[in-house]
Nanobody, 120 residues
Framework: QVQLVESGGGLVQAGGSLRLSCAVS????????MGWYRQAPGKQRELVATIASGGSTNYADSVKGRFTISRDNVKNTVYLQMNSLKPEDTAVYYC??????????????WGQGTQVTVSS
């Protein structure tokens, strides 16, 4: 079974930085995309950033220029570097893996989430 474990969340003042990590274990035949999503209280879960198998990335407009998604294939870990944090970045951040089994069945895995709180 594929397992995703997030870490690195915490409390930070506005303007500060945090680095989130997502450690991936288990077997998956093919990964289409890995990404970070977030959900604030009373709001819809939204995409923050994604990185495709070929390395291309995309970001939500609200974080563009401040956040950077990256991966380390040796460590099987995906990162989200968050700089210039704002109070509106406060949310639970979730790591997501979308891929295929060897039979081409689509699969979608989620971590348990890590809390990020930005104070003013």
């Amino acid at each position: 079974q594929v397992q995703l474990v997030e870490s690195g969340g915490g409390l930070v003042q506005a303007g500060g930085s945090l680095r989130l990590s997502c450690a991936v274990s288990g077997y998956i035949f093919s990964i289409n995309t890995m990404g970070w999503y977030r959900q604030a209280p009373g709001k819809q879960r939204e995409l923050v950033a994604t990185i495709a198998s070929g390395g291309s990335t995309n970001y939500a407009d609200s974080v563009k220029g401040r956040f950077t998604i990256s991966r380390d294939n040796v460590k099987n870990t995906v990162y989200l570097q968050m700089n210039s944090l704002k109070p509106e970045d406060t949310a639970v951040y979730y790591c997501n893996l979308r891929g295929r089994t060897w039979t081409h069945m689509e699969v979608d895995y989620w971590g348990q989430g890590t809390q990020v709180t930005v104070s003013s």
